[in-house]
């Protein structure tokens, strides 16, 4: 267990000194489970993820369609605005980005916001340029595994920090929903779950926006 509390310490150090750890946050070497309720059934005939909103047509994949979309992986660290810190974690999954680049997703020119809808009316905002940044993932996998049912399964959003890449914005780790069912492109910003309860709403993990 000591030498183990050693090799944590010592990878925490590396990190720090590479200005990767951002402030108040701490490694962890496990993957803690947060969220608010129970974890869904999953019952992928039943499934499906709607877009609509700010689009010019409302769009809807049952789970066969969703997992036929063009695939993109992802490695990034992600921190938890509990104060952990996970590194090079590695993703698979959609990008909302490569969805509208292809015409998958057709904007209209209103659209600045999204609204992540989830399971039991569970809401998580952001603005359009984080989700169609580089560093943001509509997510089926975990480390080459498809997510656990209580980190999201069958799909989550993610959104984290690709080092080197200090110019994206690095919202904390909530900011992408678990067990996600819609994407609503909005005009107007429109606060979700956590941050009607107090959170912040821009939740940027180098200036530890941690509650508004």
Known sequence: MFKSYLQR????????????LPPGQSLTQKFPVLHYGPVPR???????????????KDVRWTWDEFNRLPRTRLKMDVHCVTRWSKFDTEWEGVSVRTLIDQGLIELRPAAKYVLQHAE????VNLPLEVVLADNFLLATHYNGEPITPDHGYPLRGVVGYIPGRDELS????WKG????????????????????????NEADAWKEQRFG
């Open 9 to 20: 310490r010592e990878e925490e150090k590396r990190v720090r000194e590479a200005g990767r």
């Open 42 to 56: 999953f019952d992928p005939a039943a499934w499906d993820l709607r877009v609509w909103g700010e689009v010019v």
């Open 120 to 123: 039991y009316g569970f809401t």
């Open 170 to 173: 690095t919202p904390y780790f």
């Open 177 to 200: 929903a678990k067990w996600l069912r819609g994407l609503e492109f909005m005009a107007q910003d429109r606060m979700g779950f956590w941050e009607q309860a107090g959170y912040h």
